[in-house]
């Protein structure tokens, strides 16, 4: 496999938040580099947060173990994989490679496929709407008309998925907090309601209080200032303040030793900051609420010293962050509670938007009531004319039973509804007697 360098630099178009792979420098002599032809274990990294996560990391490591398209990857730019250049070299991947991937772009296409379905029917069964588009958007990074073999098509569109999905990530999480955050605030004013006038007062008083006390912690240095990184220097690594060294700095977090800080890395430099507002024994404090702090702060450091947008820190961008002004910033960061993250507005649409999915679900109700009645009517319906069958083919059976045991020439009698007529009675012909005229 190859240096986390290698990954980094394919991961800005591949898997940008792809960030702690396993692997081997990429200076490797290539007189000695032999890949492996029968053994192809499935790799090991981590998780994307990406639905298609997993098939994204096993195409992008299996290429990877192809000679000529690592050293495609090595060389070209960001243009060129954009462009889909890279993806043209898939063409020339070993054959048993090429095998794999076919094999993997299989399990993805089933595995799709139940996951769309698993959706498509909760969602019917709970009385929603079925977004089919939405459904049909999670086939992007692949192409789902070819389902048997992976082609270039197939790892341009994994590329141009990646790049984006993987652009909008922090995005889509933030928006999925303030999501969180309306509701709890939009249920906490339910409970409310369903109080009584002494006990709404007190559950007021004490969610002040709680909010307060939250509010009541130590200064929160800005993210990736001198005095934060001093203070992990200090606390963390057990080094004199007086002595702080960034170079020294970044090599000490930088775990893997592949030359970068990846996002990983850097939110392990914001835990002590986290711990001065959180802590998950206290009632008053929301642990979503310090995962989206640590985002927002590795969001601001990279956005400071990610001069290349590559989602990595290297040890250049890393040392010129440490000779601008805003390293040694003195103010304090401002943590969620000082910023409202939602209008009165916003609560006000997002409870219309739940009446009308509940007015929606109560006329499915309506509507699914009306049609069990109808079926309940139809059935008695269908029972009443089987009872009926049931009776005139028990009636006929009776029939012909008395038939067959009424003595001869005489005429069973009728049965009410016997369908069989009676048998013709014998004729009688007049026959001449002699001696008589």
């Given at each position: ?185 939009h249920e906490r004013r339910e409970r409310l309601k369903s109080m009584s006038e002494a006990d709404r007062i007190r559950e007021e008083q004490h969610y002040e209080e709680m909010r307060k006390k939250h509010a009541d912690h130590p200064k ?114 401002e943590t969620l509670e000082q910023k409202p993250l939602y209008t009165e507005e916003e609560l006000r649409q997002f409870e219309e938007h739940l009446a009308n999915e509940a007015n929606q679900i109560n006329s499915k109700s309506v509507e ?13 319906e269908l029972n009443a004319k089987k009872l009926g069958l049931k009776q005139a083919m028990e009636e006929m059976e009776k029939a012909k039973v008395q038939d067959l045991h009424a003595p001869e020439g005489q005429q069973a009698p009728a ?23």
């Amino acid at each position: 496999m190859l240096k986390r360098r290698a990954v980094a630099r394919c991961g800005l178009v591949l898997l940008s938040l792809w960030l702690c792979i396993q692997s081997v420098p990429i200076n490797v002599d290539k007189a000695k580099e032999t890949p492996k032809q029968d053994q192809l274990d499935p790799p090991q990294s981590a998780d994307t947060g990406l639905h298609y996560d997993r098939y994204l990391r096993e195409v992008v490591e299996y290429l990877e173990k192809d000679p000529h398209f690592k050293e495609k990857l090595k060389n070209a730019d960001m243009d060129d994989i954009k462009g889909g250049k890279l993806a043209g070299e898939l063409d020339f991947v070993q054959h048993n490679l090429r095998t794999k991937l076919d094999e993997l772009k299989r399990d993805e296409m089933n595995r799709l496929r139940m996951l769309i379905k698993a959706k498509h029917d909760i969602k019917d069964g709970n009385g929603h709407m079925v977004d089919h588009q939405a459904l049909l958007k999670q086939f992007q990074h692949l192409n789902h008309g070819n389902p048997d073999t992976f082609e270039v098509e197939d790892l341009d569109r994994l590329i141009k998925s990646a790049t984006h999905d993987l652009e909008n990530y922090d995005k889509d999480h933030h928006d999925n907090f303030k999501k969180y955050e309306v509701r709890k605030e939009h249920e906490r004013r339910e409970r409310l309601k369903s109080m009584s006038e002494a006990d709404r007062i007190r559950e007021e008083q004490h969610y002040e209080e709680m909010r307060k006390k939250h509010a009541d912690h130590p200064k929160v240095n800005h993210p990736g200032s001198e005095d934060q990184l001093k203070e992990v220097w200090h606390e963390k690594d057990g080094m004199d303040p007086a002595d702080f060294n960034p170079k020294t700095f970044f090599k000490l977090h930088d775990t893997n030793g592949d030359e970068f800080l990846d996002e990983n890395e850097l939110e392990a430099l914001f835990t002590s900051e986290l711990e001065k507002v959180y802590n998950p024994g206290n009632e008053e404090d929301d642990m979503m609420e310090m995962e989206e702090e640590r985002l927002r702060m590795r969001e601001h450091v990279m956005n400071e010293v990610d001069t290349n947008k590559d989602r990595l820190v290297s040890m250049s961008e890393f040392m010129a962050a440490t000779q601008k002004e805003e390293f040694h910033e003195k103010s304090e960061w401002e943590t969620l509670e000082q910023k409202p993250l939602y209008t009165e507005e916003e609560l006000r649409q997002f409870e219309e938007h739940l009446a009308n999915e509940a007015n929606q679900i109560n006329s499915k109700s309506v509507e699914l009531e009306k049609q069990r009645q109808e079926l309940e009517r139809r059935q008695e319906e269908l029972n009443a004319k089987k009872l009926g069958l049931k009776q005139a083919m028990e009636e006929m059976e009776k029939a012909k039973v008395q038939d067959l045991h009424a003595p001869e020439g005489q005429q069973a009698p009728a049965v009410p509804g016997n369908i069989h007529p009676p048998p013709p009675a014998p004729q009688q012909h007049d026959v001449p007697v002699p001696g008589h005229s």
